[in-house]
């Protein structure tokens, strides 16, 4: 039987949020990856942990679709996270916690799936409020108000996510959209709002994805994090080589 470590929590939290696992026949591989501009999380943070989890030495590298990320040719590991639940190819629709992580009611197992998920495929976002008249000019013209989401197709993953932030005692709400076309999937978020309630996410949780940590970084500075950057402007902004007081740009979700 697998022993589930906080490592291994958080590299299954990553596979579910960008990975891609299939054997055939004596042949295993693992594929994660994801933006350029995550080469440090991937370097710094999810190489490591494959280190402690597996031993394995590995090498992140970009590849030609513009991704950046690690490429494991291991029938042995990918029959690991085979057995954990992960199935092999598509998963999307599929893809859920390791029974072992979610039975354990361990809720620093839960912090490291939900933390490795977020640092893959969730978002941290701020919002200002120019369409409220009550609200003061400064929350009119700056991004202040932070959302998490996390997204995924899969029915059960959202209510095992669910289930799993209810044992933080983190406040959240999930939504769902249809959308029209017949040949896309059903989406199901999970919204945690708020100052407060972020807060508590970087207490409990946490993130090590540079290209989130910065806005959560220069919010927590400034009170605020300015849309439509990348993560070297954010860096600058917290180096003190860039104005975050005169920066244009316009509304943008990252």
Excluded at 131 to 154: F, G, M, Q
Aim: glycine content about 8%; charged content about 30%; some cysteine.
């Amino acid at each position: 039987m697998i022993e589930m470590t906080l490592e291994l929590a958080e590299i299954c939290g990553i596979h579910a949020g960008d990975g891609y696992m299939r054997i055939r026949g004596n042949k295993g591989e693992v594929d994660i990856s994801g933006h350029l501009e995550e080469k440090d999380y991937y370097d710094n943070c999810v190489v490591p942990l494959f280190k402690k989890a597996f031993g394995l030495d590995l090498r992140p590298k970009s590849f030609p679709r513009g991704s950046y990320g690690i490429v494991i040719y291991n029938k042995k590991i990918a029959e690991s996270l085979n057995n954990l639940g992960f199935p092999s190819v598509e998963k999307s629709l599929t893809v859920k916690v390791p029974d072992i992580t979610l039975k354990s009611k361990d809720k620093f197992l839960y912090a490291s799936f939900l933390r490795g998920l977020f640092d893959t495929d969730g978002n941290l976002y701020f919002m200002n409020r120019k369409t409220e008249r009550h609200y003061k000019d400064d929350k009119k013209k700056h991004n202040y108000y932070p959302l998490i989401r996390l997204r995924t197709s899969s029915k059960t993953l959202c209510e095992q996510m669910s289930l799993m932030i209810d044992e933080l005692n983190i406040k959240y709400f999930v939504s769902s959209y249809k959308p029209k076309k017949l040949n896309e999937n059903e989406m199901f978020t999970i919204t945690v709002s708020g100052s407060e309630r972020l807060n508590k996410w970087m207490e409990l949780i946490g993130m090590k994805n540079s290209v989130k940590l910065t806005r959560y970084l220069i919010w927590k500075k400034f009170g605020f994090c300015p849309p439509n950057t990348n993560l070297q402007q954010r860096e600058d902004i917290l180096n003190g080589k860039l104005d975050i007081y005169n920066m244009k740009g316009s509304s943008f979700n990252g």
